[in-house]
């Protein structure tokens, strides 16, 4: 049995959503020969610095996201050896311990920090290291001189790593994997009669895996025009409570707690529209539905990456405040055309097949690479 280990982390949901994606098409399609295991690095090896570090992310994009900004940008002048090599090592005992006992073939990462430990022990332990950037552009520290592979997005992102000196002919472009609800394909008609939907022009919120406390203002200011609002209140228990009594105010105002990945794919099939924040998974899901998008108030840092990335081509637009959300919304409301550009140019960009095309260039390029390997050991 060749033993893929994945590397996960619980900063946001796009990590975990990226590694399921994988990890299921494995074990759908290679469930004979093929061993898979996900772990959350963080939890499992350093599961104080995890809290730790989760907390203060959060605190950070919610009070002081210029701070976040500054820090994102600083150490984006930094190789990985420069400034993290102490915080990438944190765990590393932990980790090599984890990778003698389990002896993985290959050990595929999602997450920054998760690659530089497993890059800096791989040819200690001999297997083969890979890495899926989950967004539309590349922080430095996605890039360690021992990975094998890079899997990237787009043109954007492999031009980012190749400057950041890795070689192009490790670098492979296969979008970002999404789960299987997001690949198939579903009646938009169906689904809009299913959520009661009819001619309504409908505007999907979302808000990220924890919910934002502006939606609430936002739904107030959206309620008035000729829409729908599905509202997406992640886990956010306190704002879907909000949204819940909106709605008793707005009819056309419609929230949803925690929506699994088929009931999301449904809604997205069902919409117009994406209003929210701009994550590399939410979009890339967006993207395989034909979904254009309204960004507001992105994360610093790795969401502007994906916004400059969809705006240059053409999948999306960004609002600078609630008053301009209001502005485009009506333009794109009474200009349908324009609003098809938008949705033309997004299943342009969808990728998705990119579960399967990782799965089969990383089994390629490891079976490639350890063919080298045991001619060089002759």
Not at 14 to 43: M, P, T
Not at 121 to 139: P, Q
Request: net charge positive; charged share 25%.
């Amino acid at each position: 049995m060749v033993k893929i280990l994945i590397f996960t982390a619980p900063y946001g949901n796009g990590h975990k959503s990226a590694s399921d994606a994988v990890s299921e098409y494995l074990r759908e399609n290679y469930k004979d020969y093929i061993e898979v295991r996900v772990i959350d690095y963080f939890e499992t090896l350093t599961p104080v610095l995890a809290r730790f570090a989760a907390g203060l992310y959060k605190k950070l994009i919610q009070y002081w996201p210029s701070g976040w900004r500054l820090f994102f940008n600083l150490t984006n002048l930094f190789s990985h050896t420069a400034i993290f090599q102490p915080v990438n090592l944190i765990g590393l005992a932990k980790a090599r311990s984890f990778l003698k006992a389990y002896k993985p073939d290959i050990v595929l990462s999602l997450y920054p920090l998760c690659e530089q430990v497993a890059s800096a022990l791989k040819r200690e332990l001999n297997y083969f290291s890979a890495v899926v950037i989950t967004d539309f552009g590349a922080h430095s520290q996605w890039v360690h001189p021992d990975t094998d592979l890079y899997f990237a997005a787009a043109d954007k992102v492999k031009d980012d790593i190749i400057n950041l000196g890795v070689p192009h002919e490790r670098i492979e472009i296969t979008g970002i994997p999404v789960r299987m609800p997001f690949r198939l394909m579903t009646s938009r008609d169906e689904m809009r009669e299913k959520y009661r939907l009819q001619d309504s022009f409908t505007i999907l919120l979302t808000t990220g895996g924890d919910g934002i406390n502006w939606m609430k203002t936002l739904c107030q200011s959206l309620a008035p025009l000729p829409v729908k609002l599905l509202v997406l209140c992640g886990t956010n228990k306190r704002l879907f409570t909000k949204i819940k009594k909106l709605s008793h105010a707005f009819s056309n105002i419609h929230p949803f707690n925690y929506a699994a990945p088929e009931i999301m794919a449904e809604l997205m099939t069902a919409s117009d529209l994406m209003i929210g924040k701009a994550g590399g998974l939410t979009v890339s899901e967006a993207l395989c539905k034909g979904l254009p998008m309204l960004f507001y108030r992105p994360t610093p840092g790795q969401e502007d990456y994906n916004v400059e990335f969809l705006n240059n081509k053409g999948a999306s637009m960004i609002a600078e405040d609630l008053d301009d959300i209001i502005r485009k919304t009506k333009c794109l409301i009474n200009q349908p055309d324009y609003l098809k550009g938008l949705k033309a140019n997004s299943i342009l960009l969808g990728k998705p097949s990119a579960s399967e095309e990782i799965c089969k260039r990383l089994l390629s390029r490891w079976l490639e690479d350890s063919n080298l390997f045991s001619k060089s050991r002759k």
